[in-house]
Protein backbone atom coordinates (compact mmCIF):
# COMPACT_ATOMS: atom_id res chain seq x y z
CA UNK A 1 0.00 0.00 0.00
CA UNK A 2 2.96 2.67 1.02
CA UNK A 3 4.77 1.83 -2.76
CA UNK A 4 1.03 2.52 -4.37
CA UNK A 5 0.87 5.76 -2.32
CA UNK A 6 4.62 6.61 -2.59
CA UNK A 7 3.97 6.12 -6.42
CA UNK A 8 0.88 8.13 -6.86
CA UNK A 9 2.52 10.87 -5.00
CA UNK A 10 5.49 10.57 -7.23
CA UNK A 11 3.85 10.53 -10.59
CA UNK A 12 1.69 13.25 -9.28
CA UNK A 13 4.51 15.74 -8.49
CA UNK A 14 6.14 15.55 -12.32
CA UNK A 15 2.68 16.72 -13.62
CA UNK A 16 1.44 19.84 -13.77
CA UNK A 17 -0.82 19.61 -11.01
CA UNK A 18 2.40 19.25 -8.88
CA UNK A 19 1.83 22.76 -6.29
CA UNK A 20 -1.76 21.45 -5.60
CA UNK A 21 -0.76 17.27 -5.23
CA UNK A 22 1.68 19.27 -2.90
CA UNK A 23 -0.35 21.24 -0.86
CA UNK A 24 -3.00 18.19 -0.69
CA UNK A 25 -0.30 16.12 0.37
CA UNK A 26 0.57 18.85 2.81
CA UNK A 27 -2.96 19.04 4.27
CA UNK A 28 -3.45 15.19 4.68
CA UNK A 29 -0.71 14.35 6.08
CA UNK A 30 -1.26 16.65 9.32
CA UNK A 31 -4.48 14.79 10.19
CA UNK A 32 -4.28 11.17 8.26
CA UNK A 33 -2.00 10.43 5.46
CA UNK A 34 0.90 8.08 5.86
CA UNK A 35 3.13 10.11 3.85
CA UNK A 36 4.99 13.22 4.58
CA UNK A 37 5.14 15.36 1.62
CA UNK A 38 8.95 16.17 1.58
CA UNK A 39 9.62 13.89 -1.67
CA UNK A 40 6.42 15.96 -3.40
CA UNK A 41 8.49 19.09 -2.26
CA UNK A 42 11.86 17.43 -3.29
CA UNK A 43 11.06 17.52 -6.65
CA UNK A 44 8.81 20.58 -6.89
CA UNK A 45 11.24 22.67 -5.53
CA UNK A 46 14.23 20.92 -7.69
CA UNK A 47 12.43 21.85 -11.27
CA UNK A 48 11.99 25.62 -9.64
CA UNK A 49 14.41 26.45 -7.21
CA UNK A 50 13.62 30.04 -7.53
CA UNK A 51 10.63 29.61 -6.04
CA UNK A 52 11.62 27.08 -3.45
CA UNK A 53 10.51 29.26 -0.05
CA UNK A 54 7.25 30.10 -1.85
CA UNK A 55 6.97 26.49 -2.16
CA UNK A 56 8.14 25.58 1.14
CA UNK A 57 5.56 28.22 3.23
CA UNK A 58 2.78 27.12 1.29
CA UNK A 59 3.35 23.46 2.13
CA UNK A 60 3.74 25.11 5.93
CA UNK A 61 0.30 26.62 5.72
CA UNK A 62 -1.37 23.71 3.79
CA UNK A 63 0.41 21.42 6.93
CA UNK A 64 -1.14 23.98 9.42
CA UNK A 65 -4.44 24.07 8.30
CA UNK A 66 -4.64 20.11 7.66
CA UNK A 67 -3.64 20.59 11.19
CA UNK A 68 -6.71 21.98 12.05
CA UNK A 69 -8.68 19.06 10.95
CA UNK A 70 -6.19 16.80 12.86
CA UNK A 71 -7.54 18.94 15.89
CA UNK A 72 -10.93 18.67 15.00
CA UNK A 73 -10.88 14.70 14.54
CA UNK A 74 -9.55 14.96 18.26
CA UNK A 75 -11.85 17.62 19.99
CA UNK A 76 -15.30 16.60 18.37
CA UNK A 77 -14.59 13.12 16.50
CA UNK A 78 -12.05 11.28 18.41
CA UNK A 79 -14.47 7.72 19.32
CA UNK A 80 -15.87 8.13 15.47
CA UNK A 81 -12.29 8.49 13.65
CA UNK A 82 -9.30 10.12 15.48
CA UNK A 83 -9.00 6.53 17.81
CA UNK A 84 -8.96 4.63 14.62
CA UNK A 85 -6.29 6.33 13.21
CA UNK A 86 -4.17 5.79 16.91
CA UNK A 87 -4.91 2.77 16.87
CA UNK A 88 -4.13 2.15 12.84
CA UNK A 89 -0.33 3.86 13.94
CA UNK A 90 -0.40 1.63 16.85
CA UNK A 91 -0.95 5.12 19.15
CA UNK A 92 -3.37 4.11 21.61
CA UNK A 93 -1.76 2.19 23.94
CA UNK A 94 0.28 5.76 25.00
CA UNK A 95 -2.39 8.20 23.94
CA UNK A 96 -3.44 8.91 27.60
CA UNK A 97 0.38 9.79 28.64
CA UNK A 98 0.68 12.18 25.29
CA UNK A 99 -2.48 13.95 26.66
CA UNK A 100 -1.27 14.31 29.82
CA UNK A 101 2.14 15.49 28.49
CA UNK A 102 0.25 18.07 26.06
CA UNK A 103 -1.82 19.34 28.68
CA UNK A 104 1.50 20.02 30.70
CA UNK A 105 3.75 21.60 27.64
CA UNK A 106 1.93 21.57 24.50
CA UNK A 107 3.83 24.88 22.97
CA UNK A 108 6.63 22.97 23.59
CA UNK A 109 5.55 19.33 22.22
CA UNK A 110 3.92 20.72 19.57
CA UNK A 111 7.28 22.54 18.44
CA UNK A 112 9.48 19.80 19.39
CA UNK A 113 7.42 17.45 17.44
CA UNK A 114 5.87 19.31 14.32
CA UNK A 115 9.78 19.77 13.38
CA UNK A 116 10.62 15.94 13.59
CA UNK A 117 9.69 13.19 11.58
CA UNK A 118 7.36 11.82 14.26
CA UNK A 119 3.65 11.67 12.75
CA UNK A 120 2.49 15.30 13.01
CA UNK A 121 -1.20 14.35 12.94
CA UNK A 122 -0.63 12.50 16.29
CA UNK A 123 0.02 15.76 17.98
CA UNK A 124 -2.37 17.54 15.69
CA UNK A 125 -5.21 15.08 16.99
CA UNK A 126 -4.20 14.65 20.49
CA UNK A 127 -4.16 18.62 20.54
CA UNK A 128 -7.25 18.56 19.81
CA UNK A 129 -8.56 15.74 22.43
CA UNK A 130 -6.63 17.53 24.97
CA UNK A 131 -8.83 20.62 24.07
CA UNK A 132 -5.25 22.69 23.67
CA UNK A 133 -6.02 26.02 23.31
CA UNK A 134 -6.46 27.40 19.94
CA UNK A 135 -4.19 30.05 19.51
CA UNK A 136 -1.37 28.07 21.44
CA UNK A 137 -1.49 25.48 18.89
CA UNK A 138 -1.89 27.47 15.85
CA UNK A 139 1.14 29.66 16.78
CA UNK A 140 3.19 26.41 18.01
CA UNK A 141 1.84 24.88 14.68
CA UNK A 142 3.00 27.87 12.20
CA UNK A 143 6.33 27.91 14.13
CA UNK A 144 6.92 24.37 13.81
CA UNK A 145 5.85 23.77 10.30
CA UNK A 146 6.83 26.46 8.58
CA UNK A 147 11.21 26.19 10.08
CA UNK A 148 10.65 22.64 9.24
CA UNK A 149 9.55 23.38 5.00
CA UNK A 150 11.69 26.16 4.78
CA UNK A 151 14.60 24.28 5.96
CA UNK A 152 13.70 21.05 3.68
CA UNK A 153 13.05 23.50 0.65
CA UNK A 154 16.63 24.95 1.32
CA UNK A 155 18.24 21.74 1.14
CA UNK A 156 16.27 20.78 -2.00
CA UNK A 157 17.63 23.80 -3.68
CA UNK A 158 20.85 23.27 -2.91
CA UNK A 159 20.62 19.70 -3.77
CA UNK A 160 17.77 19.17 -5.67
CA UNK A 161 19.47 17.07 -8.45
CA UNK A 162 21.66 14.70 -6.72
CA UNK A 163 18.15 14.31 -4.69
CA UNK A 164 16.22 13.77 -7.58
CA UNK A 165 18.52 11.46 -9.28
CA UNK A 166 18.92 9.32 -6.09
CA UNK A 167 15.01 9.22 -5.24
CA UNK A 168 14.54 7.63 -9.32
CA UNK A 169 17.66 4.91 -8.76
CA UNK A 170 16.51 3.70 -5.30
CA UNK A 171 12.69 3.80 -5.55
CA UNK A 172 12.50 0.91 -3.20
CA UNK A 173 15.42 2.27 -0.70
CA UNK A 174 13.89 5.59 -0.67
CA UNK A 175 10.30 3.88 0.23
CA UNK A 176 11.84 1.87 2.93
CA UNK A 177 13.94 5.18 4.51
CA UNK A 178 10.60 7.33 4.30
CA UNK A 179 8.84 4.19 5.89
CA UNK A 180 11.81 3.65 8.41
CA UNK A 181 11.52 6.98 9.25
CA UNK A 182 7.71 7.13 10.10
CA UNK A 183 8.13 4.29 12.02
CA UNK A 184 11.39 5.79 13.76
CA UNK A 185 9.01 8.74 14.71
CA UNK A 186 6.16 6.69 16.15
CA UNK A 187 8.91 4.92 18.17
CA UNK A 188 10.31 8.26 18.74
CA UNK A 189 6.74 9.28 20.32
CA UNK A 190 6.28 5.93 22.47
CA UNK A 191 9.88 6.77 24.45
CA UNK A 192 8.90 10.15 24.69
CA UNK A 193 5.84 9.82 26.72
CA UNK A 194 6.93 7.64 28.84
Given at each position: MVEKLYDWMMRQAESKNAVKVLLFVSFIESSFFPLPPDPVLAIVVAKNKNKAMCYATMCALASVIGGFLGYYIGYAFFELIGSKILVFYGQMDKFESMVKTLNDWAFWIICAKGLTPIPYKIVTIASGFAKIDLMTFTVASMICRT????????????????????????????????????????????????
Open positions: TRFLALAWIFQKFGSMILEFLEKHKKLTIFLIVATVILGFVAVKFAIK
